[in-house]
């Protein structure tokens, strides 16, 4: 019985660690589009305590008033999607999906962010970059594979030559050497996006233990690009494939802090932002 308590603690903490922030299911330019939603929230944040002041003044400009009415509408529009009034997509299951996002919330507070602190301590700034370039180029044949399913085949021959340039010059990809060719550098592109352009709905939203945010079709995407990560299928044994990824989680969040403290600091409701802005790059990038 204490064997298997054991084990089932063990697995837990790989799991914790395998897990990311609760932003995290967005890519560089998804973070980006994220963090430009919290400055938009913030902003109206600052425009409430001026509105207010306004109001002795409203007399004084009328004309002005007048132009700024054709604006009212996208205003309000703004204000309801910041405050989910607006659904971007079905979230039937809002009360679980938030619980978890709290437990997210905890587990990155508590548990990953100290462990990446302390990693970034150690391991230098350059050396963990390296490590992530490795890591993006091993999952090549997950970007390569969709690019195919979907028919893009402009976006694989750049995906191919990304990973040829990384491999040889970059030395098996330590260096982003491709970086400097922006035609070889496409949005990467995984198994959800494909059933999209197959033409599955999204289904329900669902915020994920230890993944985030996601939805029902991504969420089954997201198991099925597992079978095509060179991680998982070149080792037999289940608890290297965990240890490497937990590495790997660990020195990703070690370039990330601060990030998420900035976006839920900024967040009329960082749970609410963080679904609304999730669906939207994710159609974004399904358009790309």
């Known amino acids: 019985m204490k064997k298997l308590l054991s084990l089932a603690a063990i697995l837990v903490f790989f799991v914790v660690l395998c897990g990311l922030t609760p932003a995290a299911a967005f890519d560089e330019k998804g973070r980006m589009y994220l963090a430009q939603q919290a400055e938009q929230s913030t902003a109206k944040q600052s425009e409430t305590p001026r509105a207010e002041a306004s109001d002795e003044a409203e007399t004084e400009g009328e004309d002005e008033d007048d132009d700024d009415d054709e604006y009212d509408d996208d205003d309000e529009y703004d204000d309801d999607v910041a405050q989910g009034d607006v659904q971007l997509i079905p979230d039937p299951f809002i009360e ?41 180029n091993v999952r ?93 299928w070149l080792f037999d044994d289940i608890w290297v494939s965990l240890g490497i990824r937990a590495g790997e989680t660990v020195n990703d969040v070690s370039l990330r ?10 967040a009329l409701d960082p749970y609410v932002m963080i679904r609304n802005a999730f669906v939207q790059n994710r159609n974004k990038v399904i358009a790309e």
């Not at 802090?257 to 900024?266: F, M, N, R, S, T």
Request: charged share 20%.
């Open 140 to 232: 090549f044949p997950v970007r390569f594979i969709n690019c195919l399913l979907q028919g893009k085949v402009r976006k694989s021959g750049a995906e191919f030559g990304q990973f040829f340039i990384n491999t040889t010059a970059g030395f098996l990809g330590l260096a982003n050497v491709a970086a400097n060719y922006p035609e070889l550098q496409p949005s990467a592109e995984d198994l959800g996006q494909t059933f999209a352009v197959w033409g599955f709905d999204s289904g329900a939203f669902l915020m994920l233990p230890f993944f985030g945010p996601s939805s029902l079709r991504d969420g089954l995407g997201r198991l099925g690009d597992t079978f095509l990560d060179p991680i998982w």
């Open 96 to 136: 679980l999906n938030t619980g978890i996002y709290h437990f997210n919330d905890k587990m990155y507070f508590w548990v990953l962010k100290p462990v990446s602190r302390g990693y970034g301590f150690i391991i230098p700034k350059e050396l963990r970059v390296a490590i992530r370039n490795v890591f993006y």
């Open 257 to 266: 802090i601060g990030e998420y403290e900035a976006l839920k600091e900024a």
